[in-house]
């Protein structure tokens, strides 16, 4: 099976404008939660996604949303952006929703805000 | 809101040596998983403990989730340079209505010294 895919892989973006990055999870996966890593703050949970219903939502500002297709694909969202959003975005998919369960991640966008 | 707290943050050891890395929750866990990310990776699923007081063995990794599933270690026998990488647990709170999401640990850098 074909891993987890995440596109663009690098982005550079300015201050105030919008970026959409875009997630194929393995197939036959139906859940795709979406993260944030920094060196300061780590690995940060942003939402899940199963069966283009948002399941889970971490503690981030409006400014970040996401959506799910019925295809599974997702994408996430973040608008007028700031520079502390410069970071790796790492999405996950997984067979099933809820608590359990193996992740699998993807290589993550790595996007720099100016 | 839920924290995951991991300890140390980094750890430098002689090749051969024991390495050991320390998760405690400040909620009760409906359960824990490990993942490995290698410099320049992306992290890896290592493995889920459930159970109250579940011991897990992995080769040369052993994995315990403590009785009041707060709290778990990793420990790695007799390290070997394939060994570095950073190591994250990620904890979940069963919330009744649905899971939340996986938070993570800041995760602690393996430095291996041949």
């Known amino acids: 099976k074909a891993g987890v895919t995440q596109t663009p892989r690098y982005l550079i973006k300015t201050r105030g404008q919008q970026v959409t990055l875009s997630c194929s999870p393995i197939?036959?996966?139906?859940?795709v939660s979406w993260y944030q890593q920094t060196p300061g703050q780590g690995l940060q949970f942003l939402f899940e996604?199963?069966?283009?219903?948002?399941?889970n939502k971490g503690n981030f500002p409006g400014r970040f949303s996401g959506r799910q297709f019925s295809n599974s694909r997702s994408e996430m969202n973040v608008s007028t952006l700031e520079l502390g959003d410069s970071a790796l975005y790492l999405c996950?998919?997984?067979?099933?929703?809820?608590?359990?369960?193996?992740?699998?991640f993807g290589p993550g966008t790595r996007l720099t805000v100016t | 809101g839920q924290q995951v707290m991991q300890i140390p943050q980094y750890q430098h050891v002689q090749e051969g040596e024991d390495f050991t890395t320390y998760c405690n929750s400040s909620?009760?866990?409906?359960?824990i998983q490990w993942y490995k990310q290698r410099p320049g990776g992306h992290p890896v699923f290592l493995i889920q403990?459930?159970?109250?007081?579940e011991v897990k063995k992995q080769k040369r990794l052993t994995f315990q989730f403590g009785e009041a599933k707060k709290n778990s270690s990793l420990h790695i026998t007799a390290t070997q340079t394939t060994d570095v990488g950073t190591y994250f647990c990620?904890?979940?709170?069963?919330?009744?209505?649905?899971?939340?999401?996986?938070?993570f640990g800041k995760g602690t850098h393996l430095i291996i010294q041949p």
């Open positions: 996604y199963f069966s283009e219903t948002q399941r």
């Open positions: 403990l459930v159970k109250s007081g």
């Open positions: 990620a904890g979940s709170m069963y919330s009744g209505g649905g899971a939340d999401g996986l938070t």
């Open positions: 197939s036959g996966h139906r859940s």
């Open positions: 996950a998919s997984k067979a099933g929703t809820g608590a359990f369960g193996e992740q699998y």
């Open positions: 909620t009760t866990l409906s359960n």
